[in-house]
């Protein structure tokens, strides 16, 4: 038998998920010219969950080890602190305590590398251990996954690893191997260069839960035990069959157990296995399980894993019913912005107290595992509406975020700066390893490369959009689509050249582009060859446009142009096909003229997809604003007079008469203006006005006949530039039209309403008079 110990809880957060790393001998710390050499100083990663090169950054100084605090922590900062720890970068770093809260001392505030120093010593901060922070402000590191060459480690103080990074299920029953996502088998941790088995003696629902949760399952099952014991015997082949009968029939090889942990205990709402207590085998722990046996886990999955039909129908009938959370403008599965509804409207969560356990809640109530992630400070992009949830405080266990307290708040309490986000664990469907680019300048470019059975090959490029090219970038994992390519001659750097996939249509949700519409096996390619192949350029960040919605219904007015002011208006084609027709110079066309304002709350500017080599040169506008321009996109957004069944009685459309910054939040500075030729776009935070008394701003209304319609406005309609969200750049009104005026009210963003009221919107049965209320 193996020896094992026990270990004290406060011990064994730190020992589980700490690297130990003192300064090598091959990265001597140097004192700057204005700095004492002081004590040495040693530097450890901590924290759960995550994995070697990462984590919460802890200093050793006069003799007791702390943290450091993320006020004005840079990816400098983060350099100079991999250096330390024997990486040769840093790719990025982390705030608010992202790998848990640390205890004891915080050594260092306000750290500000220029990141080339050789110690943090030499970076300025405001002292050692003067700091107003607390330990919910931890900074962590996230470093490249590359060691400096000769680095020793001189000062480690464990030399066995003591901690859970990586946990899978190994699925035991023949078949099973093969099915995605994998929600049965035998939990199994990383350990050294294979994988060991944990002692299920102890084991119980609450620790299969944890798991579950790692593995992106909402929740747990009951396993049949009995069955695993079976595969754990040695007994004859033909005998383990019999015993199991037909209705299964496990794997035939034998694997020698390898039991690492014993006596795991979780309380179920932890988002990582080593959050929880347990013990590990020391030495030859081969045979210490006595009259246990591995460890096995059945998992249930959300409704978008859900394999059988048997499953999805309880889904289903599960939600029955509108959901009441939901999350915007993330770029994969089970990561967004979290928005809740409340009084039919639905709003943001300010991040105050906001923390993996909430997060979690939102994520399984989702149909997803565990939190990875609790993101705060907008990280997936700005809402719109109320902030209707502020220090939600959860205690793990909640079905529903609503059943945790919260507080309700004022507007004065938070912003949308402030909106709440998580990045929820989803099960493993190996979508990846069935698209790769080729021949892109960098791993997030290039020509899309699909498996098709066993074979590789090219995608058509007819009809190829940035709806397609979202779903793509999606599936590779490298985030939003900047651009839609259907030329990709200049990245003809694969010997693939046969197509394999045509016709592909996606709604933009997909996973995979396998779950878009396409032609199957009777390909079908206008373009044939590896020119015309599809490519992709991803980003890890997207603009995001919407209305402000409140404007549109102020500064709603009819006016009766004559035709001699509207010859330019006639050029650009926004007035109706019967103006053709009319007496020009006589006569005159009924416009309803409104203010737009273009606010984009993303967390990339929003750049018009043709170069300015294509932009088209108008001088025809005589404009308040803008004068004399240049078109950079031939439709920035469509206008509709809509009757309540959806017939389009009126429509018009605007160019980008050109795409600036009007006027911006506080601390953001405009980047673009169309004077001289500059550089057009919407910076983040920023917002592009269109007065109602710009030419084009209009609807052509002469032809409409009173009555109760529905005004839309739809933003960025054919997807020419991508965006993080296109479910919000509709907006909606209501208005009442007697053949004289009109009266528009209820506006607002298309997705912003529940079902009910969006529902009671459309069938709108008018106004009796001009009474709005």
Known sequence: MGSCSMWAWPELLVLLSSVWLGVGSAQPTLPGPTHSPGPQLKFRLAGYPRKHNEGRVEVFYNDEWGTICDDDFTLANAHVLCRHLGFVAATGWAHSAKYGKGIGRIWLDNVNCAGGEKSIRDCKHRGWGNSDCSHEEDAGVICKDERIAGFKDSNIIETEQSHVEEVRLRPVVSGARKQLPVTEGIVEVRYKDGWAQICDEGWDSQNSRVVCGMMGFPAEKKVNRNFYKLASKSQPKQKRREDVGSKKRLFTERQQLNYRLHSVSCTGTEVHLSMCAFEFYRGNASATCGAGMPAVVSCVPGPLFATGNAHKKKQRHQQQGQPRIRLKGGAKVGEGRVEVLKSNEWGTICDDRWNLLSASVVCRELGFGSAKEALTGARMGQGTGPVHMNEVQCLGTEKSLWSCPFKNITQEDCKHTEDAAVRCNVPYMGYENLIRLAGGRTASEGRVEVKRGSKWGTVCSDGWTTKEAMVACRQLGLGYSLHAVTETWYWDASNVTEMVLSGVKCAGHEMSLSHCQHHGTSLNCRNTGTRFAAGVICSETASDLLL???????????????????????????????????????????LLRFSSQIHNNGRADFRPKAGRHS????????????????????????????????????????ASFCLEDTECEEDVAKRYECANFGEQGITVGCWDLYRHDIDCQWIDITDVKPGNYILQVVINPNFEVAESDFTNNAMKCNCKYDGHRIWVHSCHIGDALSEEASKRFEQYPGQLNNQIS
């Not at 088209?616 to 809509?642: A, K």
């Not at 017939?647 to 459309?653: C, D, F, L, N, Q």
Request: aromatic share 10%; glycine share 4%.
């Open 548 to 590: 402000h919605a409140p404007l549109v219904q102020e500064t709603a007015y009819i006016e009766d142009r004559p035709l001699h002011m509207l010859y330019c208006a006639a050029e650009e084609n926004c007035l109706s096909s019967s103006a053709r027709l009319a007496n020009w110079p006589y006569g005159h066309r009924r």
């Open 615 to 654: 932009w088209v040169w108008h001088e025809c506008h005589r404009c308040v604003r803008r004068g004399r321009h240049y078109h950079s996109m031939d439709i920035f957004t469509h206008y509709d007079i809509l009757t309540p069944n959806g017939t389009k009685v009126a429509e018009g459309h605007k």
